[in-house]
């Protein structure tokens, strides 16, 4: 797994994808930090949280978009099979790999957060935290998703739309169930990600919604490394 983490570190930085990915995911962060909290003399970071959890739909997609269909465009996803590492290492090594881009990005919010302390002398604390592990929760969720419609296609502005589209679907989901009623409605709003992202906005660390991020995590990257298993035996 090690091996395979370096690699596609690597290729982040090799590539210009992880320089642009950081560069827009600093610079709509800073306009946000600037106009919400700096402009207004405010502590209250809700704003600036709304607006990077919407950028991420659309950033996360395009970051995770080459992590297997770029594999498959150059003929050596079956090198990547066929080798003796096991498929979860594999899988595991690349969202780690973006999850680490990712983190990379997060880490904008530390000198943001100094700056409030400084500036103000006290803030409350809880909705940052809450705010942060939320994101941090929600976009590794994201990545996990992101890497799935990559494993089932060598396309990545389709493995991007895709993954877009889906993240969009869980997004809203939650409108969705109230176009029905009783059983339906319940088990579509259970699935709901910004009803339990706005949770940890409030401070609130929800050991459920905790969990149910995890398990979105752990879900789709089983079933990337079904697919690979699929197409390992194929």
Not at 85 to 95: S, T
Not at 110 to 135: D, E, R
Request: glycine residues 6%.
């Amino acid at each position: 797994m090690g091996a395979i983490y370096r690699r596609e570190l690597k290729a982040y930085f090799t590539s210009p994808i992880a320089y642009i990915y950081l560069a827009v995911f600093y610079l709509i962060t800073g306009y946000y930090f600037c106009m919400a909290n700096i402009y207004y003399a405010t502590t209250d970071m809700s704003t600036t949280f709304a607006g990077i959890f919407t950028i991420m739909m659309i950033l996360l997609p395009l970051l995770t978009m080459r992590l297997f269909a770029d594999e498959k465009k150059q003929k050596t996803e079956q090198c990547l099979l066929t080798a003796p590492v096991n498929l979860f290492e594999i899988v595991m090594g690349k969202f780690l790999a973006c999850s680490t881009i990712f983190l990379i990005g997060m880490a904008i919010y530390i000198p943001c957060v100094i700056v409030l302390v400084v500036l103000a002398g006290n803030i409350s604390w809880a909705p940052i935290i809450g705010n942060m592990i939320g994101l941090l929760l929600l976009g590794m969720s994201f990545i996990s998703i992101g890497i799935f419609f990559s494993s089932l296609t060598e396309n990545q502005i389709v493995a991007a739309i895709i993954s877009f589209l889906v993240i969009i679907f869980l997004y809203m989901i939650d409108v969705f169930a109230l176009l029905f009623s009783g059983a339906i409605s319940t088990v579509m709003a259970s699935l709901g990600f910004y009803s339990r992202y706005i949770e940890f906005t409030q401070g609130i660390l929800s050991i459920n919604s905790i969990v149910f991020f995890i398990s979105v995590i752990f879900v789709f990257n089983f079933l990337t490394v079904r697919m690979l298993e699929k197409r390992r035996w194929s």
